[in-house]
């Protein structure tokens, strides 16, 4: 028998004892061959499901805080508050407006959650003002 054909042989019967396990997840989650991952942000039959609470209070506070900064009348001054983050030049239209009301609510519940925005550092804008070209108050 040769190298070239021992080699060969080895190859087969190592192939053959081998087998590779078609289980999804982490053991003991009893995931099946083909079967969709479950749990914390799997996704099924469509809906994207979490277990983690931050996510959606933090998803909350992101499109409160959009609302709170949406402005209508470009080039004129918006208010400063304070966000999530502690910066205080943080802008909205209506430092009195119901979405200022909502966005510091849901940074309210966000911290009593315990959950952590990202935050990339406070700006130094000290003027801020309704952008024409997003509609909402910069910075």
Known sequence: MTSHH???LLFGL???SCAYDW???QPGEGGAAG???TGGGGQTGGTTTTDDPCEALLAD???KKEAAKACA???TACDKIEDECGCTTTSVED???AETAAYLDAITAAKDAGCAPSCPGCSGVQ???CSPITSACEP
């Open 6 to 8: 021992l080699a060969t």
């Open 35 to 37: 079967a969709p991952p």
């Open 73 to 75: 009348s470009p080039g």
């Open 61 to 63: 506070l992101a499109a």
């Open 127 to 129: 003027a801020p003002f």
């Open 95 to 97: 430092a009195g407006s």
């Open 23 to 25: 289980t999804i997840g």
């Open 14 to 16: 190592c192939a053959s």
